[in-house]
């Protein structure tokens, strides 16, 4: 053909003197070009797209006892182009592989990248069970010295439920309540369902010893005749 040409754009019927167009979606285009005798050649060319960002693999670990750093994310992209890098925020933390570990309770924003700068992002809150803590201890104190029939009673709350619980690193058991306790300080630990665990110590104490306070005696008047008193006083 013979110079110059001008070029029109269908759909949109878009004409210039360059031959290029921008801000186009993904369809199929025809392009026009016309020279100055009005000859022309039209030609169809489609414009693609990647695939839509959407996320994939989407696991998350909760926080297993309060205020440990034990939770965990793991969630991927699909679609995009190339590789992708992630980052979580709070903390700006970055990797290429979107698995993130040793984190607190919080609300978090994942935010994945393509290789063109395309971007996707997604909010998860990672959950935490409540403080296991020992609410009170309370105990009976043995009934004499030497004696073992004293009890330790715990009241727990927080945590996950079951409990179990243990004296002084012994076995667990089920009963919040310990018998036959005698006179000792006593460590009491509670394990919840995660295996967190709290403890306090109790002091379990003498009941006293019974003493006297004073004795009169009155011995015997005659030889062999049972007439002497004693008279005590506790």
């Known amino acids: ?14 004409t210039n003197s360059s031959g290029t167009f921008s801000g186009l979606s993904n369809i199929t285009y025809t ?12 030609t169809a060319i489609t414009v693609t797209q990647p695939n839509f960002l959407s996320w994939t693999n989407l696991n998350q670990t909760n926080i297993v006892c309060y205020g ?6 793991d969630k991927t992209l699909n679609g995009g182009t190339g590789s992708f890098t992630y980052t979580l925020n709070p903390g700006n933390l970055s990797n290429t592989t979107g698995s993130f570990s040793g984190l607190s309770a919080g609300v978090y924003t994942m935010t994945g990248t393509d290789a063109n700068g395309c971007t996707a992002a997604t909010t998860f809150t990672l959950s935490q069970p409540p403080l296991l803590q020992i609410n009170s ?26 409990y179990a619980y243990s004296l002084n690193g012994g076995v667990n058991q089920i009963s919040s309540t310990f018998n036959n306790i005698g006179v ?48 005590s006083t506790a």
């Open 184 to 231: 000792s300080v006593y460590t009491v630990q509670v394990t919840d369902f995660n295996g967190c665990t709290a403890s306090s110590i109790v002091n379990v104490i003498n009941p006293g010893v019974p003493s006297f306070n004073s004795f009169t005696v009155q011995h015997l008047s005659c030889y062999n005749i049972p007439t002497g008193v004693i008279s």
């Open 31 to 42: 392009i026009t070009s016309t020279d100055a005798n009005g000859c022309t050649k039209t």
């Open 1 to 14: 053909g013979n110079p110059p040409y001008s070029y029109t754009r269908q759909p949109g019927n878009i």
């Open 68 to 73: 440990q750093s034990t939770g965990a994310i």
């Open 137 to 162: 201890v309370s105990n009976t104190i043995p009934s004499c010295v030497p004696g073992n029939d004293g009890t330790i009673n715990v009241v727990v709350g927080g945590g996950t439920p079951a």
